[in-house]
């Protein structure tokens, strides 16, 4: 990609390092599935410790295994949570066009770093500039809306 290249909607304009965030997430995924096998283990348990009652076993005993179990539960929550936060961030590496446009203001190339929130690269939608131009009264005479116009610069040459 370079400056003032034109681009299509989500074309990719580049893609932030991604083995951290790969890394992140696959740890992530294992903590969901160790937390899933922990939950199904603590889900029985517990079942059991219901089933067979205050006859077996102390009151005691019966509600640790259902707190257990809720805190398992909850530690799955919190993972999943972790794993889909992690997700978005791989996801987020791709930087695609949000719609047509020229990219301008381009600030980073290949092996660069940024910062989180620095404006890498600017994008100027298709078709939602105009010019606007200052014109004497005198000369007005014989302007509509919708004529045509030519154009040419006041500005030093080379501009």
Do not use: C
């Amino acid at each position: 990609m370079h400056d003032n290249q034109l681009v299509k909607k989500d074309q990719v304009l580049f893609t932030i390092d991604q083995p951290r965030y790969q890394k992140a997430l696959a740890e992530a995924e294992a903590d969901v599935a160790y937390y899933q096998v922990l939950a199904q283990e603590k889900r029985q348990e517990a079942g059991r410790r219901n089933r067979l009652g205050v006859q077996a076993m102390s009151r005691e005993e019966i509600d640790q295994a259902n707190n257990v179990l809720q805190t398992v539960l909850h530690q799955l929550a919190k993972a999943q949570a972790t794993r889909d936060l992690a997700k978005l961030d791989l996801e987020r590496t791709v930087i695609r066009a949000p719609a047509d446009g020229w990219v301008t203001n381009l600030n980073v190339y290949a092996g660069e770093f940024i910062t989180r929130g620095s404006t890498a690269v600017a994008l100027v939608k298709k078709n939602s500039f105009y010019v606007q131009a200052y014109m004497e009264e005198t000369k007005l005479e014989g302007v509509r809306p919708g004529y045509r116009a030519k154009s040419r610069r006041l500005a030093a040459t080379g501009y």
